[in-house]
Nanobody, 124 residues
Framework: QVQLAESGGGLVQAGGSLRLSCAAS????????MAWFRQVPGKEREFVAA????????YYADSVKGRVSTSRDNSENTVYLQMNRLQPEDTAVYLC?????????????????WGQGTQVTVSS
């Protein structure tokens, strides 16, 4: 089992920045691909970003590419999502997920463990 806990969400004006954190506990963190998804009521979870273990290869959704970066600190069992130039359409609950690195990157079903999420609200 891996337990994930997100933090860092909040209310920000359009054009602002936020840094989300996801702290992991339980089984070995360093072997998992870590991902960020976001969800708004009535819609499916949308892939945002992911980072592989070991080499740290990163993946980003087209909608956030150039504005968002993800990183991980295996010594701290933490993954981060830095979001810049936020827009109202970025408003969502942001969830952290952990999964095996040999699976499809952008599919929510490929991830085994999920956090509860942190709310990000961007005002216009």
């Amino acid at each position: 089992q891996v337990q994930l806990a997100e933090s860092g969400g909040g209310l920000v004006q359009a054009g602002g920045s936020l840094r989300l954190s996801c702290a992991a506990s339980g089984r070995t963190f360093s072997g998992y691909r870590m991902a960020w998804f976001r969800q708004v009521p009535g819609k499916e979870r949308e892939f945002v970003a992911a980072i592989n273990p070991f080499l740290g290869n990163t993946y980003y959704a087209d909608s956030v590419k150039g504005r968002v970066s993800t990183s991980r600190d295996n010594s701290e069992n933490t993954v981060y999502l830095q979001m810049n130039r936020l827009q109202p359409e970025d408003t969502a609950v942001y969830l952290c997920a952990a999964g095996m690195p040999n699976r499809v990157v952008q599919t929510a079903a490929a991830y085994d463990y999920w956090g509860q999420g942190t709310q990000v609200t961007v005002s216009s």
